[in-house]
C-alpha cells in the first residue's frame, strides 16, 4: 500500500472534493447526525421535564377495596393515609432537600368495578388491604407531639403479628400516570414506614440516628483519574469505532461498490495509477471522513455535557494530558487503518452499492464485538488477547487510561493491528484485479438455469438460514426444552429436512451430493481407532481456547447434565445423541454443504471451512473449538475417502463414547499432556490409513484459480 | 522496442467460476499492430472481444502468454502500459461531480502528463471537441453528447500513442456515431495505433485496416478487408463472419469439443 505519493494525494484531493459536493452524503453522514442527535437530545429533556411537571399537578385518583372481614378498614385506612401525607409533608418542611419536590396528591374515589375503571383510564390504582389495622391501634398523633411528649403513649404501637396491615397496590404499567401513582404513593408508604420505625426506635430507648449504627465508610485508594480512565477506557474504544463504522460506510460503500454501479472504477482502473495508490486514497478518504465525523459527534457530546442535558456519572472525571491523548491517537491509528479497509472491502466485494449496504450489517457486528473486551472481567492486553486485533487496542487503551503502561504489550498490539491492516489491504488491492468484482455484472446462464449450477453459489445463503432457524426455532420455542424434541427439531428436521430439501430444490444427484461411495475395510478400522483419539484432542483444543475465553466450571457441568440427562435410559440416549446427529448432521455438513463448497476453496482449506460451520452451528461459544475441531477431522476424512459413510461412524462413535464417559462418571479433567500427545500420534496414524487407502472426494479445485 | 506498438502473443485468460468450472474467455490469442493503424476486433457478443482488450489495459492480469504496449510488458510493467495507453468503452464513465475541466486534468495528472504543460494541453483539447462552453460544468449536468466529448478528451488527455476503443458507438444515436468514426480517422491520421473492437460490421468495415474475427476466445481470421474478400470469396464483412464462424462451430462440433 502506497500512501503518500502524488497520484495518491491527488485522488484522494478528488474524493474529497466530490464527497463535499455530494448534497446527500454530506447530509446523511454528517449535517444529520449533528443535527438530529441535539434535537433528539433536547427533544427528550423537554419532554421529560413537561411531564414531570404534568405529573406533579395530577391528583391521582384511587379507591380502596374494604377487607370483608374488617368493614371499618375503609376509614381506617383513610386516616391512615393522612397521617402518612402529613408526616411526609412536616418532613417535606424540615428537610430542604425535599423542598424541591412537590408531594403527589392523591384523592380517594368510590370503589365498584375497579379493574375495569383502571383499564379504562377512570382509576389511576386501587388498593386492596388484606388485614387493616384495628381500630384505635393508630392514634393521631403527629410524630412532632409525640417527641414533645414521648411518655404519653406514641401513635405508633406495635400491631398484633396476625393484624400486620398488608396493602396491595394495583396499578397498569401500560399508563403513564398509573405507573406514576403506585411509584408515588409506594415511596410515601416506604417514607413513612422509614420514619415510623425510627420513632419506635426512639420509644425503645435509641436515642441516635440508626443510619449512623455500624456505618460502614469506604476509601477508594485508586485517584479519581485512574478511575475514571477504568470507566472511559472500556467504552472508548467502542465509541470511536462506532462512531467510524456509523461515519464511514456511506463514503467507503458508495468509494468503490457505488463506483462500480457508475463505472467510474473502471475508468480509474486503466489509468497509470496503481491498484495500491487507488485503495491507500480510499483509504485515506474512508479515514478524513470517519475521523471527522467522529471528531463533530466527540464536540458534540462535549457540548451536550456542557449544556448538561446528558448528565456525566458522579465523580468522572475526563480530563485526558496531552501526553495521553497523543499516545492513544497512535493507538488507535492503526485500527481506524483496519476498520476503514474492512469498510472498503466490503464495498470491494460487493458487486452493487445495495450488497455492499447488505455486507456492512455483518461487518459492523465484527468489528463492534472485539472492541468490547475491556468490558469482560480479568482480560488483560499481557495474554494472548495481544494477538487479537482491536481487542488488544480496546485493552491497551483501558490500561493508558488507567494508568499502567505496559510498552511492550502496546507495541505489540500496535503492530498487530498494523499488519491487520496491511493484509486487508492487500486483499482489497487483489479485487481491483477480478473481473465479476470490477464490473456489476448481469446474471449468467447459471442463474437463470438454476439447478446444480446455482447451487454453489446459494449453499452458504442456505446454511445461513438454517443456522438463524436454528437459534429461533430451536432457542425461543418453550415447548422444545426436553432433549427429544430438541433433536427431532434441531436435528431432524433443520439438518437432514432442510438437507432433503436442498436437494430437491436445487435437483442434486444424491449419490453424488452426499458422497454416498463405499470405501475399504482398513477405513473403518482407522476410524475404529481414531474415535477416542480426536475426542481427546477436542478436549485440548477446548482447554487451548480455554486460556482466551475462560468457561466457569458450573456452566460446563449444568450444559453436561442438559445434554446427557441422568433419567433418560442409555439406550435412548445413544440413539439420540449419537446415531440421529451422526446421521443427520453429516448429511448436512459432509453431505449437502461440502458438496457445495467443495469447488470454492483449495482441498486444504475446506475441512476448516466446513469445520468452522460446524462449530458455529453448536452455538454455545465454549462449543466452538472443540466442536470445529472435530468438524475438521470428519471433513478430512470424507475428502480422503470420498465417502461420507466413515465421518458418520466416527461423529456417532465420538457422541456415544463421550455420552458413555459421561455415565461412568469419567471427567477428561483428568487427562494431562501424554494423553493428547498420545491421542495426536494415533489420529496421525488414522489418517495415514486414510491415505494409503484413499479414494479421493471427486471434483475438487486443487489449483488457485482467478474467479470471474 | 519493438517496430511494433502493440504485440500480443498468445494471450489467454481463463476464468473458473464455482459452477460451471473452466472458461476460457481468451484462448491464446496473438496479433500485432502498427502506428497509424485501426485494427477491428469483430466479434459477437461474448466472443472475448471485452476480456481482451481488458488484458491489454492491464485492468485484469493473463492466465498465460503475454503482450506489450509500446514495449512495455502487460505483466511486468502494468503501470507503464496503461501510462501509454488510453482506455474507452461504454462502460467507462466519469465522475459525476466533476467539471470537465476539473476531470481532464485530474487524469492527466494521474497519467503523469507533465504539470507545466498540463493546462495547456487541456484548453487545446476543450476547443479540440468544443467543450471550452461548459468546460467548468459538472458532469452529471451535461447530456450525454457532451459527455461523450468529454469522455474522448479524457482517453486522450495524456497523449498516449496507443488507444483502445471497446464498443465506443454501442447505444450512441447515428449522428453521435458517425462523429465517433470521424475521431477514430482523426487519430489514425496523427500516428496513433487504435484498437478497436465491434460487433458491427458496416463500423469496421469502414473504419478498420486490418479485422481480426474472435470467436470463443480465439481469433479465427485476421487481415486486412481486402484479403478476407478474397479468402472467403465473399464481399460483404457480415457474410465473411458467418463465414468463418459457422466453419469454426462446425468444426468444434466435429472435434466434438
Known amino acids: 500500500m502506497r500512501l503518500l505519493t502524488a497520484s495518491v494525494l491527488e485522488l484522494f484531493r478528488q474524493e474529497i472534493r466530490m464527497f463535499l459536493r455530494d448534497r446527500r452524503a454530506v447530509v446523511l453522514s454528517i449535517v444529520l447526525p449533528l443535527v438530529v442527535m441535539p434535537l433528539m437530545l433536547f427533544g427528550s429533556y423537554w419532554a421529560e421535564k413537561r411531564r414531570e411537571k404534568q405529573l406533579e399537578t395530577v391528583t391521582y385518583q384511587y379507591t380502596v377495596i374494604q377487607d370483608r372481614e374488617n368493614p371499618a378498614a375503609d376509614a381506617e385506612f383513610r386516616a391512615f393515609m393522612d397521617l402518612v401525607k402529613q408526616t411526609v409533608e412536616q418532613k417535606r418542611q424540615t428537610e430542604p432537600a425535599a423542598k424541591d ?26 388498593i386492596e388491604v388484606a388485614a387493616a389495622l384495628k381500630p384505635g391501634q393508630a392514634t393521631r398523633k403527629s410524630p412532632k407531639q409525640f ?16 393484624t400486620v396491615p398488608s396493602l396491595a397496590i394495583c396499578y397498569r404499567a401500560d399508563r403513564d400516570s398509573s405507573r406514576h401513582a403506585a411509584t408515588e ?13 425510627q420513632q419506635l426506635l426512639r420509644m425503645r430507648g435509641f436515642n441516635f440516628d440508626p443510619k449512623e449504627f455500624g456505618k460502614v465508610s469506604e476509601h477508594d485508594l485508586a485517584t479519581k483519574d485512574q478511575a475514571s480512565g477504568l470507566y472511559v477506557g472500556r467504552f472508548l474504544t467502542l465509541f470511536m469505532l462506532f462512531f467510524l463504522l456509523i461515519g464511514g460506510s456511506a463514503v467507503a460503500i458508495d468509494s468503490i461498490a457505488g463506483e462500480k454501479e457508475r463505472g467510474t472504477l473502471e475508468t480509474l482502473l486503466t489509468t497509470a495509477i496503481r491498484r495500491s495508490e487507488i485503495i491507500g486514497a480510499k483509504m485515506l478518504l474512508v479515514l478524513a471522513v470517519s475521523l471527522c465525523i467522529g471528531l463533530l459527534q466527540v464536540t458534540n457530546l462535549i457540548v451536550y455535557f456542557g449544556f448538561k442535558l446528558i448528565e456525566l456519572p458522579k465523580g468522572l472525571s475526563v480530563a485526558i494530558s496531552p501526553g495521553t491523548a497523543v499516545l492513544l491517537f497512535v493507538l488507535f491509528i492503526p485500527v481506524f487503518l483496519l476498520m476503514s479497509g474492512l469498510l472498503l472491502y466490503v464495498s470491494g466485494i460487493s458487486k452493487t452499492y445495495k450488497e455492499a449496504q447488505l455486507n456492512f450489517t455483518p461487518l459492523f457486528f465484527a468489528g463492534i464485538i472485539p472492541a468490547i473486551a475491556p468490558m469482560f472481567p480479568g482480560l488483560k492486553l499481557r495474554s494472548v488477547m495481544v494477538l487479537v486485533p482491536i481487542s488488544n487496542i480496546s485493552l491497551g487503551v483501558k490500561e493508558v487510561l488507567v494508568g499502567k503502561y505496559d510498552w511492550p504489550m502496546l507495541a505489540v498490539a500496535w503492530l498487530v493491528n498494523a499488519a491487520a491492516a496491511v493484509y486487508v489491504a492487500r486483499r482489497l488491492t487483489n479485487t481491483l484485479s477480478q473481473e465479476r468484482l470490477i464490473t456489476s455484472s448481469e446474471k449468467d446462464l447459471a442463474d437463470l438455469r438454476g439447478g446444480p449450477e446455482l447451487f454453489p453459489r446459494r449453499v452458504f445463503i442456505w446454511f445461513g438460514l438454517m443456522w438463524v432457524a436454528l437459534l429461533v426455532v430451536a432457542g425461543n420455542v418453550e415447548s422444545l426444552t426436553s432433549i427429544w424434541s430438541q433433536i427431532l427439531v434441531n436435528v431432524v428436521l433443520i439438518f437432514l429436512g432442510g438437507s432433503l430439501l436442498l436437494i430437491r430444490k436445487y435437483r442434486l444427484d444424491v449419490r453424488e451430493a452426499l458422497a454416498l461411495r463405499s470405501v475399504r475395510w482398513p477405513v473403518w478400522i482407522a476410524v475404529v481407532v481414531g474415535i477416542p483419539a480426536a475426542l481427546v484432542a477436542a478436549h485440548g483444543a477446548f482447554l487451548l481456547a480455554n486460556l482466551l ?5 458450573k456452566m460446563l457441568e449444568t450444559f453436561g447434565e442438559y445434554v446427557f440427562p441422568p433419567e433418560y435410559p442409555v439406550w435412548s440416549l445413544v440413539l439420540l445423541i449419537a446415531v440421529l446427529p451422526g446421521i443427520c448432521e453429516e448429511v448436512a455438513f459432509r453431505g449437502v454443504f461440502l458438496y457445495g463448497v467443495r469447488r470454492r476453496y483449495h482441498p486444504f482449506v475446506l475441512p476448516l471451512v466446513v469445520g468452522i460451520v460446524f462449530g458455529f452451528f453448536h452455538m454455545a461459544l465454549f462449543r466452538l473449538v472443540p466442536t470445529a475441531f472435530l468438524g475438521v477431522v470428519f471433513t478430512a476424512v470424507t475428502l480422503l475417502t470420498g465417502s461420507i459413510f466413515p465421518a458418520m461412524l466416527w461423529h456417532a462413535g465420538s457422541n456415544a463414547t463421550a455420552l458413555l464417559l459421561s455415565r461412568w462418571k469419567l471427567s477428561p479433567t483428568e487427562l494431562t499432556w501424554p494423553y493428547f500427545a498420545a491421542s495426536a500420534v494415533v489420529l496421525v496414524l488414522a489418517f495415514l490409513v486414510f491415505w494409503r487407502f484413499r479414494t479421493p472426494y471427486p471434483g475438487l479445485r486443487w489449483r488457485a484459480r482467478e474467479k470471474r | 522496442m519493438s517496430d511494433y506498438p502493440v504485440m500480443v502473443s498468445e494471450l489467454t485468460k481463463t476464468f473458473y467460476d464455482e459452477s460451471r468450472g473452466e472458461i476460457h474467455a481468451v484462448d491464446g490469442i496473438s496479433f500485432s499492430c502498427t502506428p497509424g493503424e485501426i485494427f477491428g476486433l469483430l466479434g459477437a457478443n461474448g466472443a472475448g472481444k471485452t476480456t481482451t482488450l481488458r488484458l491489454l489495459a492491464t485492468i485484469l492480469s493473463p492466465t498465460r502468454g503475454t503482450a506489450t504496449i509500446m514495449g512495455h510488458d502487460i505483466r511486468q510493467e502494468p503501470q507503464a502500459v496503461r501510462g501509454c495507453l488510453g482506455f474507452y468503452s461504454a462502460s467507462t464513465a466519469l465522475y459525476p461531480r466533476l467539471t470537465a475541466r476539473e476531470t481532464l486534468e485530474f487524469f492527466g495528472k494521474i497519467n503523469h502528463y507533465p504539470t507545466a504543460q498540463l493546462s495547456e494541453r487541456v484548453d487545446y483539447l476543450s476547443k479540440r471537441f468544443g467543450i471550452e462552453a461548459y468546460a467548468n460544468g459538472r458532469i452529471d449536468k451535461l447530456s450525454s453528447g457532451m459527455k461523450q466529448r468529454v469522455s474522448i478528451a479524457r482517453t486522450v488527455v495524456h497523449d498516449p500513442p496507443v488507444l483502445i476503443f471497446d464498443e465506443p458507438t454501442v447505444g450512441l444515436d447515428v449522428l453521435s456515431a458517425l462523429e465517433m468514426q470521424k475521431v477514430l480517422s482523426e487519430f489514425r491520421d496523427e ?31 485476421c487481415d486486412s478487408l481486402d484479403n478476407l474478400r478474397v479468402e472467403t470469396g465473399c464481399r460483404y464483412l457480415e457474410d465473411i463472419f458467418v463465414k468463418f464462424v459457422r466453419g469454426n462451430t462446425e468444426t468444434v462440433q466435429d472435434t466434438g469439443r
Open chain 1, 147 to 162: 417527641e414533645k411528649d414521648p411518655e404519653g403513649g406514641g401513635p405508633f404501637i406495635l400491631p398484633d403479628r396476625n
Open chain 1, 101 to 126: 419536590k412537590e408531594p403527589a396528591k392523591f384523592a380517594v374515589v368510590s370503589a365498584g368495578d375497579e379493574a375495569k375503571r383502571l383499564a379504562d383510564g377512570k382509576l389511576d390504582l386501587y
Open chain 1, 549 to 553: 475465553i475462560p468457561v466457569p466450571k
Open chain 1, 185 to 197: 404513593l409506594r415511596s410515601l408508604l416506604m417514607q413513612y414506614r422509614r420514619d415510623n420505625r
Open chain 2, 191 to 221: 500516428g496513433k495505433t487504435i484498437i478497436f473492437s465491434t460487433h458491427i460490421m458496416s463500423e469496421a468495415e469502414r473504419l478498420c485496416d486490418r479485422i481480426a474475427i474472435i470467436h470463443n476466445g480465439k481469433i479465427l481470421a
